[in-house]
């Protein structure tokens, strides 16, 4: 009851084309502590906000992208109970043994329709925050060491069959839908904002003929300042920005999208609308995700490698 | 799975000593939208980004403090099943008739060791925001009018036998434990904060000798300028403050107490760690509680009015 | 000895193709208050913290733009001694009788060889803030009325031979360069930023072949958040944004361009340098101005309306 | 004209118990850097945007408090003209030879009726900020290690006299008297805020039996958010706050005031009016001060420290 089940995203693993150059991005200028590398090369890194030992995972590839973004789940029990869930849905999955993954307990894989790996794990060591668990102080230096987000928040994916990808989250993980854009002209669900939390989202989908595309991860900033701090620490390092600062009008989150030195997008996201499973969903039509300023509320416009640019 | 069972704090009904006057603050000041008045006599009000009919109920009597404080679950099943579970505990309930608040359906209402009456409801009607549910515009003016906080966030309850409280939330309601004050010299526990969310809180719990006390109703802000905002605000209007604004150490949360016509504490509250079931709770010292910055990050000190000042 | 001499920009006189229209964006989105209308139809208002009658008159025309900027200065003296400046350096200067605008006193007009149109006065109504000169109370609703900006905070004006204004503006009038942007692989200085007091700026110039246009007039937002919300109520007023939010390079201000009905550009500027006549300027050079993020912090890079979009 | 004679508050130098304990604080937790250290084994710090050598010089003595506030004038000939006119005053002053400070010209010493020692330089060897004079990025670590203020911004000063004060200042120094509180039941002016700039203030005074004492030297934050992060690292430093975060209804200012290890207070500050010298100040009563919110417009009393404890 309550928060129980999927609780929350919890690591993504990317692909990029150098490995130094993204430590370099991901640790320097967008501020995760890296903590730990593994026999095959991997490197892991936490925001400052995450307690368990990593999120994000970048792995060295000639192929941008996202191999995978997993969930952590409440228990071994759930882990079991949504395997066989997905299975009496018609979903495949598969095991990853604890360890593949640092510090990180057996996974269940699985492939949505979207061409995603998707995965779920019980258990991934918890190391706390430098604050410590008792008594802990209100600031560390670690605040303000480059951009600084708080966590990994969500990612937006792209690929095809997002009718089924919905199905899947809601039917079966218990995600509930919490904004939607629907095509032109059409009632198809075409954009699919999703949360298994009260967050305005945990992951996004945009229906894109080619599967399993990485449109960006997103890193939650504790407030509209440190969204522009991020545009100054962006500027400063010659990070190319895509769009923002802006707000968007779909979650109400304040954003930049910008690129790290592979060509993955990267959100820094504020803010964002509280969501409720009892609540309906908010509808945008096309010309409100673009005219209407669902993507960019200054803007007011559809900038083109919303829908173009993906890894 | 996910968000399920009990999803939120859904109303608290505050007992004010002079209807019009506390309706001048609470929609005037505070700036809650006034949605209906019953045949009793009480006032309800909701805050603009909240899209059931009412969160707040006021109603005359001369004796402040809270009537009672409510959740709503995600159906008709769940309120069975906790009503069920509620009482398998040891727990006494009873079914409050739909309509007996307006545009509210039936609740389960209980008597927790705290000697405070909490309730249980899975049905309100949704008036939605004004900003509608397709292509919302991202301002209206009710953001501005008086404080204008986001929600009804949590609320802060004094009494007795905080540890069988902390029973009920956590074993047959599915909160979670976030955050916690032991007593001086002492293991005990008493000061519970509890989350149905991924929230910083839901309710919170602070043990005393007097039963089914209140020491304030926090309502959201969207951020630390608009705290500020607050201050202003009431000073404007000759509003007494009690604390802030600052930060809380617990929770991380900023703050401004302050207190009604009639002596009803509330607060204006912003950010706030995110909560998730499977992390441990903070522990505070009773130390770390006053000289350690858990209720005063600027002052480090106990304010008096703290530990005394309840309705 | 101190702040002298020229004050601050005092009042602008636009023109605007449709008067009751402007009248809704100036009064109503961006929030000034309305303090008059003359004989001959045109429109005065004042923000909310300038003290003064007004400081921005419309006067409806066929053709958009501005017909004059003025700077208030501290004394008849002053203005008797800066006409004789004036003249000693070659600028026609003429006498516009006290009462030409409302609650104005005599005016020194002449035109700089960019060809605009500058006044010098000293005399205007004291009106107040309507939070009063005794024992003030920190908020009034007037705060967040639309936009809401502080004061008139600058112009940026285009015309040719900026160099011939930098002198008269530094030699003659006692201003300041705070900033500069030398034109490609030039020395010469294509634009500059002005101050007669530790602001930023209270006039710019960018060099143009047109003489007398207008790029944007500037309004003082107090926060980057306010700097958001101006862009929220820009969007659910359906007015067009050109540039931001974001964050000039010169400067370090917060930002949002966008246009009046009319087509005149307005600014919603925060923050901003201090500056000092001691200081040597900022030189920018034209990679810096664009791809160095001069204009755009985020964006690094010429907004092409930025060079060609004047009224 | 515009910007002339007095320029700034230039440096103050503070006298602290332990050097070493000061230097800490001073650099590591406000976050000033350390520009030098003389033969007398004075230590001399500038905050980030501070393009001149130093700002706040530290001397160790066995007793806190101010030796002496200094403000920069244009140039040698301002130097000489007001040395001259504050003679003609009645004030006695003397010159105390360049480099007696570190990268310092001459400067014109002379006592106030205060008892306090101020200071009149036009030279000190600018040395720019780390930013650069040329295409400058839009942030370098520096705003991020400790409080890191942007410069000095005031000092208030405690001490009889101030009627004759006033008079040095408004009518031979050139400062603007932007607003005052009358003692009580009378129309003497008990506190001033007075102003050589368009800044709320440059100096404050509050009469005092005891002349010569400092009450705060205030530091600028670039907003009301960087005020609450330095409520954080004062906490997380141990050091104790007096008052704050909150909002002065004079100067409209957010504020924090709380102590070096020596007991001199110091000021993080925000915002604040702009002044102009053809603007009447603003009056504040004695009730005004304090219950008014003059001080605090959160507590909105007279908090007993603020009018007792002085170095």
């Given at each position: 009851m309550a928060m129980t089940g999927v609780l929350r995203p919890g690591h993504v693993q990317i692909r990029v084309l150098d490995l130094e150059d993204a430590v370099r991005h991901y640790r320097d200028v967008l501020g995760l502590e890296e903590t730990g590398r593994d026999a095959s090369g991997r490197v892991y890194l936490k925001a400052w906000d995450e307690r368990d030992h990593n999120s994000v995972i970048l792995r060295q590839d000639d192929r941008a992208g996202i191999d995978f973004m997993a969930f952590k789940v409440d228990s071994d029990a759930t882990l079991d109970k949504l395997e066989a869930d997905l299975r009496a849905h018609g979903v495949t999955t598969t095991r990853i043994p604890a360890g593949e993954l640092l510090q990180t307990g057996e996974r269940v894989r699985f492939e949505i329709p979207s061409g995603h790996q998707i995965e779920l794990y019980a258990?991934?060591?918890?190391?706390?925050?430098?604050?410590?668990?008792?008594?802990?102080?209100?600031?560390?230096?670690k605040f303000d060491k480059g951009i600084a987000p708080m966590r990994l928040d969500h990612a937006l994916l792209y690929g095809p069959n997002v009718d089924k990808v919905l199905e899947i989250f809601t039917q079966v993980l218990g995600f509930h839908l919490t904004e939607y854009v629907t095509l032109p002209d059409s009632d198809v669900k075409g954009a699919l904002w999703l949360s298994c939390s009260n967050k305005a989202h945990d992951i996004a989908f945009v229906i894109h003929?080619?599967?399993?595309?990485?449109?960006h991860v997103s890193f939650y900033m504790e407030s509209w300042e440190r969204v522009l701090r991020a545009a100054d620490i962006l500027a400063s390092n010659d990070v190319k920005v895509d769009i923002g600062p802006t707000r968007h009008g779909i979650t109400r989150g304040g954003t930049i999208y910008a690129w790290d030195p592979s060509g993955n997008r990267f959100e820094t996201f504020w803010g964002g609308n509280s969501s409720y499973p009892d609540l309906p969903p908010i509808e945008w039509s096309w010309e409100g995700l673009g005219e209407g300023g669902g993507l960019d509320v200054a803007a007011r416009k559809m900038h083109e490698t919303f829908l173009t640019v993906v890894t």
């Open positions: 258990r991934k060591t918890f190391v706390g925050s430098e604050l410590g668990q008792k008594d802990p102080k209100p600031y560390m230096a003929p080619e599967p399993g595309k990485l449109h």
